[in-house]
């Protein structure tokens, strides 16, 4: 069972380089998600997508740009990265409201 | 101003003996509450959830406590075991809210000793 798949697993930027990082599930959910894990800061959720065809930011968006391709797989996009992206990127889905949501193992984004 | 918050950065614990963490919210919107466990490299992993109509949910060596007036939930493994050694994260949500988005704690680190 693959669930949700994250490409790629780690990467390093130089501080203005672009890139997408991309999320696919496999388990029909009609929810995605992006959050960064800082050390203290637990999970923060950048942007999220309740259903397909829907977008809407999250606790710290800016910086970052979503797509929500189809029902399968949302991409998160740093048009210009800086050192405070550094971070570790998780996408999440989940069925419906109020159930569990499954993540991803992550992206180690290092900005230098 | 973090509105999940889990006081405690790490805790020791030898093992068989019964690991508590806690985790307080001031939201008073959120109504449903959820445990994820997390080992280094990977993903957060669902643990146990409680709704916010019961004040206890049990599964295995796993129960959740919920405490509404003081904003307050909890989770004890017993007995604590090697394996149980990860980082613990608290979550909330809010029913109405759309997107069933999760408000995550910092995290508590545990450690059980053999």
């Known amino acids: 069972n693959a669930g949700v798949t994250q490409t790629p697993k780690f990467q390093v930027l130089k501080t203005g380089q672009s890139m997408t990082l991309q999320c696919a599930q496999d388990m029909n959910h009609n929810s995605m998600y992006w959050y960064r894990q800082d050390p203290g800061m637990g999970l923060r959720l950048i942007y999220y997508s309740a259903s397909e065809g829907t977008t809407d930011k999250g606790e710290v968006p800016n910086g970052y740009n979503v797509s929500r391709l189809n029902k399968r797989e949302f991409s998160l996009r740093l048009e210009s990265a800086a050192p405070s992206q550094t971070s570790v990127y998780f996408c999440a889905s989940s069925r419906q409201e109020l159930t569990e949501a499954f993540f991803g193992q992550g992206t180690r984004l290092t900005v230098v | ?114």
């Not at chain 2, 490299?41 to 060596?61: M, V, Y």
């Open chain 2, 1 to 114: 101003d973090q509105q999940v918050k889990q006081n405690s950065p790490s805790l020791s614990v030898q093992e068989g003996r019964i690991s508590i963490l806690n985790c307080d919210y001031t939201n008073s919107m959120f109504d449903y509450f959820l445990w994820y466990k997390k080992y280094p490299a990977e993903g957060p992993t669902f643990l146990i959830s409680i709704s916010s109509i019961k004040d206890k949910n049990e599964d295995g060596r796993f129960t959740v406590f919920l405490n509404k007036s003081a904003k307050h939930l909890s989770l004890h493994i017993v007995p604590s075991q090697p394996g149980d050694s990860a980082v613990y994260f608290c979550a909330a949500s809010a029913i109405k809210a759309a997107g069933n988005k999760l408000t995550f704690g910092g995290g508590t680190r545990v450690l059980v000793k053999p």
